[in-house]
């Protein structure tokens, strides 16, 4: 069986922004960095779903970004089917935007309101020139359906939906350009938990059925474990743990992917105690592990050394001197 395509490929991926000097303006000194992103390896192939998880500030929306193509690394390279993502030009961009579909978090923000659901639906097939007008209808149709709408729901406008409906309509407009990946940040929340349960039902049987790879971007451990079978999980612009979703889940190696599950008591049961304090500023990082000021592992070592991302079990990897399960990954 040969290997699946590498479709997406982050390679030491880091996004700075120059912040200007401490004291604003007029003041001297050197210039702040921070680091949005830093260091970032991942890869997606095709078929595969990963969950990008972590709180707010751990970087997830300018890897995204960084995926999209919207901003370029500062560092390191972000790769489509192993070409430059920010480089793409001709039949190239053209098969990224063909093939990279987007599920953003405000559904209802995202679809212009002045257009039905047929246009909406449709604008993807017109643009890429994937189907003749005499079709138009029937295609719309069809992926309505699919996402468990009526067909006459394509006379309506999104101001006549529910939140629900809308988010369906997000998904079939998504898929109506036979995607390679669906990119989703935060798809699901903000509904009701049935709402929730139906549309991750529906995402995951799409997955399933069509074999598209799904990036998931989530603060929610439960829509990760339902949905991905990988997880990367995010702190101050790194990946600190990664792995199959429910070896990470089940045996966390990282106190932060620890703390994130204790965050999670309807998912799981609380292991130890929450995680207190805020995410830092990624601004002029001390030295050693950005976790360390809010991890209860900590010791002198985690305050000195800064832990790179290396595999510590089959399949895992994790930034962590001191890690939770097996052998410490740093000699
Ligand atoms: N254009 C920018 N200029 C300066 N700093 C930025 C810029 N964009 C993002 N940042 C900073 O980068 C860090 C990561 O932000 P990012 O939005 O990627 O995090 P996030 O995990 O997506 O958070 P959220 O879930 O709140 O959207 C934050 O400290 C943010 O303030």
Do not use: W
Request: proline residues 7%; contains cysteine; aromatic residues 4%.
């Amino acid at each position: 069986m040969s290997t699946p395509p590498e479709l997406f490929r982050l390679l030491d991926v880091e996004k700075a922004y120059d912040v200007g000097r401490k004291g604003g303006l007029f003041a001297s000194g050197p210039r702040r960095r921070l680091a949005a992103l830093d260091g970032v390896r991942l890869s997606l192939k095709a078929g595969e779903s990963v969950a990008i998880v972590g709180e707010s500030g751990s970087g997830k929306t300018t890897l995204l970004r960084v995926l999209l193509g919207l901003t370029s690394p500062t560092d390191g390279r972000a790769l489509y089917r192993e070409k430059d993502i920010t480089l793409l030009q001709g039949d190239d961009r053209d098969r990224f935007c063909r093939e990279v579909a987007m599920i953003y978090q405000d559904a209802r923000g995202s679809l212009n309101p002045r257009m039905s659901i047929l246009d909406l639906v449709a604008e993807p097939l017109d643009h890429h020139g994937l189907c003749k007008p005499s079709e138009r209808r029937d295609r719309v149709a069809a992926l309505l359906s699919r996402v468990g709408l009526p067909p006459e729901m394509m006379e309506r406008y999104t101001s006549a939906l529910s939140g629900g409906q809308v988010r369906r309509v997000a998904i079939a407009r998504a898929l109506a350009s036979a995607p390679a990946v669906l990119v989703a940040d935060e798809a699901v929340s903000g509904l009701d938990v049935s709402t929730q349960a139906q549309l991750l039902k529906l995402l995951r049987d799409l997955q399933r059925e069509m074999g598209v790879s799904m990036l998931f971007i989530t603060h929610d451990l439960g829509v990760a474990a339902y949905l991905c079978e990988r997880i990367a999980v995010m702190y101050l612009g790194r990946i600190v743990e990664t792995g199959l979703t429910k070896d990470v889940l089940s045996a966390p190696a990282h106190p932060y992917t620890r703390a994130l599950l204790n965050a999670a008591p309807k998912f799981f049961e609380p292991i130890a105690e929450p995680l207190g304090g805020e995410i830092p500023s990624p601004i002029d990082l001390p030295p050693g592990c950005r976790f360390a000021g809010r991890c209860p592992e900590a010791r002198d070592d985690c305050r000195a050394r800064d832990p790179e991302l290396v595999a510590g079990a089959p399949n895992r990897a994790f930034a962590c001197l001191h890690p939770l399960i097996g052998e410490p990954a740093f000699a």
